[in-house]
C-alpha cells in the first residue's frame, strides 16, 4: 500500500553532517505527519522530528540546536538534516508516515537507515 525509501545514512566522523530523505509512495490520498525516529542498540526508539499539516514542524529537545526537519509535500518527501554529529547520535533513524489509503489512515515506517558517528 504505501512504500516508505530511506536514504542518506552513513558514517560521518563527530562534526560532520548528514542529510536523510525519505520518499513516501503508494496508494496516497493525504499525508498528516511525516516523522523521525531513531533507534541506538539496546535502546528504545525515540522520537527526533517530525512534521504535521502543511509546515507545523517539531524537533526533540536533545537535538533541536543541530538537527532540522522539513518536507516536500509535492513529493511526499521528509528530509532530516543533522550538522555537528556526535557519536551518541549514532542510531538506525526511522521513517514515519501517518497517511490516509483508500479511506483509511495508518501509520507506516521505513525500513531504517543506518548512521554511524565515529573517528
Known amino acids: 500500500q504505501v512504500q516508505l525509501q530511506e536514504s542518506g545514512g552513513g558514517l560521518v566522523q563527530p562534526g560532520g553532517s548528514l542529510r536523510l530523505s525519505c520518499a513516501a509512495s503508494?496508494?496516497?490520498?493525504?499525508?498528516?505527519?511525516m516523522a523521525w525516529y531513531r533507534q541506538a542498540p539496546g535502546s528504545q526508539r525515540d522520537y527526533v522530528a517530525s512534521?504535521?499539516?502543511?509546515?507545523?514542524?517539531y524537533v526533540a529537545t536533545s537535538v533541536k540546536d543541530r538537527f532540522a526537519i522539513s518536507a516536500d509535500r509535492a513529493k511526499n518527501t521528509v528530509y532530516l538534516q543533522m550538522n555537528d554529529l556526535k557519536p551518541e547520535d549514532t542510531a538506525v533513524y526511522f521513517c514515519?508516515?501517518?497517511?490516509?489509503?483508500?479511506?483509511?489512515?495508518?501509520?507506516?515506517w521505513g525500513q531504517g537507515t543506518q548512521v554511524t558517528v565515529s573517528s
Open positions: 512534521v504535521t499539516g502543511e509546515s507545523s514542524t
Open positions: 503508494g496508494r496516497i490520498s493525504d499525508i498528516n505527519t
Open positions: 514515519y508516515v501517518q497517511a490516509l489509503v483508500e479511506g483509511r489512515w495508518s501509520d507506516y
